[in-house]
């Protein structure tokens, strides 16, 4: 069974590769475009959804280190080692906040400001790149299509130099209508379907971020009805 695959795969492979080489230099054209699209997207594709990966576990680690600590200079002092987690972010912004206040009360206005502007600078860098991925899902297919009307006419004019209905006259342009709007759905496919996976991670990290910071300054305002100043024994 898998050697009768493995020789199905290089015939259907065989095929598309002699499809392309009989298509014209229009449709070769728009093949090119739609690679340069695919590759990119994919480089995309790979590098976020290893950075989401990773941010996911790293947040996890970091909020059970954060909820053993009793110290924020001890959160502090090993914060970087759960990168790229985005909460660290947002608890490097309000630990900064709060040192630039110290040794005066905490005014937890500023601090959830800073919060909050940590937390949408976090959210823009993991954005990043996305809008390419929503260009190649809306854009692709419409390139496909051009190349499908391009090799449409070929097709008619083929019919129309043989003088007659045969397949041989009109079968270059098929093929070329064809090819062209396979290459533009694989193109667009994928990337739409990254795009809606990697947006749901962002709302994801987004409300974790939120809660994250909802939690900090939560025990900050406890610590600081403890002792009165800035605290520096927040955690539990």
Sequence with gaps: MTFHT??????????????IETSGLVAKSVLVILLAFSLISWAIIFSKWGLFRRARAQSNRFMRMFRKSERLQDVAAVAEQFKPSPLIAVFEGAYNELRKQAPQPI?????QRAIQVAASEELTHLESRLPWLATTGAVTPFIGLFGTVWGIIDAFHGLGTAGAATLRAVAPGVSEALITTAAGLFAAIPAVIAYNMFTQHIREF???????GLELVNEVERAQSKV?????????
């Design 228 to 236: 009165g100043r800035v605290p520096e024994n927040v955690g539990r």
């Design 206 to 212: 987004g409300a974790r971020m939120d809660d994250f």
């Design 6 to 19: 493995a020789l199905l795969a290089l015939a259907i492979g065989g095929e598309i590769s002699s499809l």
């Design 107 to 111: 005014r937890l206005g500023a601090l």
